[in-house]
C-alpha cells in the first residue's frame, strides 16, 4: 500500500494538529509552562556566566563545585561565631533558629545531611537569612534548580535581617541572583573532628521525615572546644 506524502505545507500542518478540545485555558497553561522553563534556563545561564567572575571561583569549576565549596565556607563561619556554641547549648529549652543553623551547619561538615535540610528550614523560617543561603547553595549543588530558585528569593525576601559575609541579592534574569562576600582566610575546624563530635547524637523519628538528628549541650561544649582550639 502507498502511504499519502504531504506535498504542501499546509498538508503537513493538517498531519501534524492534534484531535480533540483544545481550549484557550490550554494554550494559557502551555505558555506559562514555556515561559517558565524559559526563564529557568535564563537563570541557570547567568549563574553559570557569574561563576566566573573576578570575587568568584575559577573560571573551570563547575557550578556544583562552587556550590559546595562556598556551602562548606558559610558553615564554618556560622560554627565560629562567637555565640554560635551557647545557641546550641540553649537549643534543647528556646528551639532558637540560630541554635538550629549552627547546628545544621556541622552536620553538613561531617557530611550528616540527614536532617541537616529540615534544620536549615527551621532556621529560615525562623528569620535566619543564612538558612535560606545555605538551602539555595544545597539545592545548586544537587542541580534542583526550582528549589534553589525558590531559596534565591527568600533570600531577598530576608535581606535586611542580619547577615554576615557581606550577603547580595541583586534583579537576575527570572529572579534573583545571590552572591556571597567570603572570608578571604577564614578559620577552619577539621571535618574529621566535626565527624566525631556528631557520633553520638541522640535521634528523633520525624513524622513524613524519617529520622532527625539532634543537638545536645555536650556537642556545644565540644563545638566550643574545637573552635577555641583552632584559634
Known amino acids: 500500500m502507498r502511504l499519502h506524502q504531504p506535498r504542501t505545507l499546509d498538508d503537513v500542518l493538517a498531519r501534524a494538529r492534534i484531535n480533540g478540545d483544545y481550549t484557550p485555558g490550554h494554550r494559557a497553561a ?26 568568584g571561583p575559577a573560571p573551570d569549576m563547575l557550578l556544583h563545585e562552587q556550590a559546595e565549596e562556598e556551602l562548606r565556607a558559610v558553615s564554618q563561619g556560622v560554627i565560629h561565631q562567637d ?15 540560630g541554635g538550629a543553623l549552627a547546628f545544621t551547619c556541622l ?3 561531617a557530611d550528616r545531611e540527614e536532617g541537616a535540610q529540615f534544620w536549615h528550614q527551621y532556621a529560615a523560617s525562623g528569620g535566619q537569612a ?11 549543588r544537587r542541580g534542583e534548580w526550582r528549589d534553589a530558585r525558590y531559596w534565591a528569593k527568600q ?29 578571604v582566610a577564614a578559620a577552619v575546624v577539621p571535618e574529621d573532628a566535626v565527624r566525631e563530635a556528631l557520633e ?14 539532634q543537638p545536645s549541650a ?14
Open 130 to 140: 543564612i538558612g535560606a543561603v545555605c538551602l539555595y547553595l544545597m539545592h545548586v
Open 107 to 109: 552536620l553538613m561538615l
Open 30 to 55: 502551555s505558555r506559562r509552562r514555556i515561559t517558565d522553563q524559559l526563564l529557568e534556563l535564563r537563570w541557570i545561564n547567568a549563574l553559570t556566566v557569574s561563576a566566573g567572575t573576578p570575587s
Open 83 to 97: 555565640d554560635a556554641a551557647r545557641c546550641i547549648a540553649r537549643f534543647e529549652t528556646a528551639r532558637d533558629p
Open 155 to 183: 533570600v531577598e525576601a530576608l535581606e535586611d535581617e542580619l547577615c554576615q559575609y557581606a550577603l547580595v541579592s541583586t534583579p537576575g534574569s527570572g529572579g534573583v541572583e545571590v552572591r556571597l562576600a567570603l572570608p
Open 218 to 231: 555536650e556537642l556545644a561544649r565540644q563545638l566550643n572546644d574545637l573552635v577555641t582550639a583552632d584559634r
Open 200 to 213: 553520638d547524637l541522640d535521634v528523633d523519628q520525624v513524622d513524613g521525615l524519617g529520622t532527625i538528628l
